[in-house]
């Protein structure tokens, strides 16, 4: 069974830091790109970082430059998601999603295929 699994998330005060973590298992996800996506309470799902198959491109959204920083550990078949100065508005349900197109430096929303069940972090001011 195909399957990533989050964990990490927790109750922070703003300015703090938490780091999420995202293992794969049935595949080997070492060979796909990778994203995190995050999703606020009666928002819609947002975009926060990507990562390509082999760790030596990464894409931010700008709500997560400069702030979080996207990893890869192949491995381990995990991907981190390092979220600094958090702030209440981070407060949302993580998830990360492999793409299926082998090797590909980049994500394509249209392409993502496997997800996690997500991992809650919230902020407080």
């Known amino acids: 069974q195909v399957q990533l699994v989050e964990s990490g998330g927790g109750l922070v005060q703003a300015g703090a830091s938490l780091k999420l973590s995202c293992t794969g298992s049935?595949?080997?996800?070492?060979?796909?790109?990778m994203a995190w996506y995050r999703q606020a309470p009666g928002k819609e799902r947002e975009f926060v970082a990507a990562i390509s198959w082999g760790g030596g491109h990464t894409y931010y959204a700008d709500a997560a430059k400069g702030r979080f920083t996207i990893s890869r550990d192949n491995d381990k078949n995990t991907v981190y998601l390092q979220m600094d100065r958090l702030k209440p508005e981070d407060t949302a349900n993580y998830y990360c999603?492999?793409?299926?197109?082998?090797?590909?430096?980049?994500?394509?929303?249209?392409?993502?295929?496997?997800w996690g069940q997500g991992t809650l972090v919230t902020v407080s001011s």
């Open positions: 999603a492999s793409d299926k197109r082998l090797y590909s430096d980049y994500v394509d929303q249209k392409f993502l295929e496997v």
């Open positions: 049935g595949r080997i996800f070492s060979s796909y790109a």
